[in-house]
């Protein structure tokens, strides 16, 4: 740690314990990258690169009657339909990615959405991701500490499952209304962005779902991802002039812990073991990213009770997923009824679990 009047900085280790994915919002087509079955790759083209490319080839017109017609293997394309070789595309590259296991020769035609990048295209984790699953652990240990049943349905505005967060997290008074976000104490809190990733430290893995009843079902979404085993750093700023010891180094971790140990009694403990899966102990862990499932992000069980989240949550999840059977869910005991996981190297992972240090 290092002082700086009332400001502190720590160093915050993150450990991927499963695929971790933080997406950018775009998606690379099934014709847009290329499908390495023998080497386990999926290569992706520098878009202004692989055009000059074309353009240098005079392949524009076959190119767009590729993009429209129905064949869909970019490879079979570039070299059976325009007699190029490795060598000639190569230069476009923009990086190639380790697949994991399902991406398969019956099951290549599939979207990719992509992780988040700067501006260089060199991935990366942003401090702001972060600083949300470290406020969705802090605020669940106002709620708990707290203590006692709330009623979402006396406020219109949160009768869809909303959190009134001000109530816990804007005490600073700097404006009239509580509600606005200057009020909140997570201003004294800051993280840095992470250094960029090496393209080795990412991979594409598809969504599984793992249900109380024991039935794995691989969900059709590939996404790239930070590879489980890599490490990162970021910078933890707490600036105690604003924060006045409201959240330390201490109570994070405390924070973390009490998230560990509610979600394992509270959600996990209503699920079995998949088969394959990793040895995780799910101690000093947070949830980063997307794809990690609705009871990491939500704090519905914590704030209205077990019981009454239950029921909230069921009726929240009936409603948006039509079909999936959540109105079943209160008989089961525990809503949602499926744990996210993803397969790397034969094992299966929970999807966007991190290991967490504050020195």
Known sequence: METTGKFQTFD?????????????????????????????????????????LLLEKGLEDKYEAFMYGGQGDLHAFLT??????EEDWAPALRCSLKIGDDLDADRSANDIFGFVRDAG???????????????TVLLQ?????????????????????????????????????????????????????SLPLDEAELCIVSKWDWSTGGRMRRINLFRECIRPGTELRLKLGLDQSVLKGAV??????????????????????YFSVPRGMVDVDF?????????????SK?????????????????????????????????????????????????MFYPMGLCGVEIE
């Open 121 to 135: 295209s060199r991935a990366y984790i942003p401090g702001s991701s972060v600083k949300g699953a470290l406020r």
């Open 12 to 52: 915050l280790k993150l450990k991927a314990l499963g695929p971790v994915f933080i997406g950018d919002g775009t998606k690379t087509g099934k014709k847009e990258y290329l499908h390495d079955r023998q080497r386990g790759l999926a290569s992706f083209f520098d878009g202004e690169k692989f055009f000059r």
């Open 141 to 193: 240990q106002l709620i708990l500490k707290d203590g006692g049943k709330k009623d979402l349905e006396s406020s219109p505005r949160d009768r869809n499952g909303r959190i009134p967060e001000e109530r816990y997290l804007h005490r600073l008074k700097l404006k009239s209304r509580a509600s606005d976000m200057v009020n909140s104490i997570m201003r004294g809190v800051r993280l840095s962005d």
């Open 298 to 346: 939500s704090l519905l069980y914590p704030y209205l009770g077990e019981r009454q989240g239950l029921e909230k949550t069921a009726r929240l999840m009936a409603g948006e997923f039509k079909g999936h059977y959540h109105e079943r869910d209160v008989e089961k005991g525990i809503s949602p009824h499926t744990v996210k996981y993803a397969r790397y190297e034969g």
């Open 248 to 269: 330390t180094a201490e109570s994070l971790r405390a924070a973390i812990d009490e998230f560990d140990e509610y979600y394992l009694r509270t959600y996990l403990s």
């Open 283 to 295: 101690e000093n862990c947070i949830f980063l990213g997307g794809g990690t499932g609705f009871f």
């Open 80 to 85: 059976c339909g325009c007699g190029l070789r």
